[in-house]
Every structure is written in C-alpha cells, then in structure tokens.
C-alpha cells in the first residue's frame, strides 16, 4: 500500500482545513487508518483512527477534528476545524491492521507527511 497525504498550508488560528490520503491497493477498505502529527522536536503522537464507522481521536483534537473514508475512492479525509496553534505539526496517514490502535508502531504503511502550519 502506498499513501500520499496532502491538504496542509498555512492557516490562521480558529480556521479549518482538510487533509486527504490517497491508498494505492485493492485491500484498501480492510485497512485500518489512521492520521498521526509530528511537532518540530516533539514526537510523533497519534490523531485519529478510523475502522469501518468506528473512530477513535486524542482527547487534543476531539470535538474539532473529524476523520471520514471513501473505499471507492481509497481516500481518508482529516477534516481539521476551530484550528490552534498547536496544532501546527506535520500530518501524516498511516495505515494497518489492528483496529484504532494509537500506537504508531501498530501502523505497517506511512504516507510522506503534510504540513500544517497555525498561525495565532
């Protein structure tokens, strides 16, 4: 499976963006997915996870942050509102098969990761 993240820019704080992922594959439907961000320095620390219509989000972004996946288009989607600076990180999509796990060493593919920048 390969994974390419995009949808990061530059946003100001209380805005929203979307972050999609696009999954090269035909298994794409049994994966589970998940998004993680990295902070400059900081280590990378789990966002949202996505297993059918369960879902599972850091107590950080829950509430603001909604995950979605389209299977016909193998895309998972990050909706991203009420944006903080501290949400500024670098996002990236993972994927694996053990259901809504939030550690990132649960995740077999990675996408290259977008950036996402808040400014206050």
């Known amino acids: 499976v390969q994974l390419q993240a995009s949808g990061g820019g530059l946003v100001q704080a209380g805005g929203s963006l979307r972050l999609s992922c696009a999954a090269s594959g035909r298994t794409f439907s049994s994966y589970v997915m998940a998004w993680f961000r990295q902070a400059l320095g900081k280590e990378r620390e789990f966002v949202t996870a996505?297993?059918?219509?369960?879902?599972n989000y850091a107590d950080s972004v829950k509430g603001r942050f909604t995950v979605s996946r389209d299977n016909a288009k193998n895309t998972v989607y990050l909706r991203m509102n009420s944006l903080k600076p501290e949400d500024t990180a670098v996002y990236y999509c993972?994927?694996?098969?053990?259901?809504?796990?939030?550690?990132?060493?649960?995740?077999?593919?990675w996408g290259q990761g977008t950036q996402v920048t808040v400014s206050s």
């Open positions: 996505i297993s059918g219509s369960s879902t």
């Open positions: 993972a994927a694996g098969s053990r259901s809504l796990k939030r550690d990132p060493r649960e995740y077999v593919y």
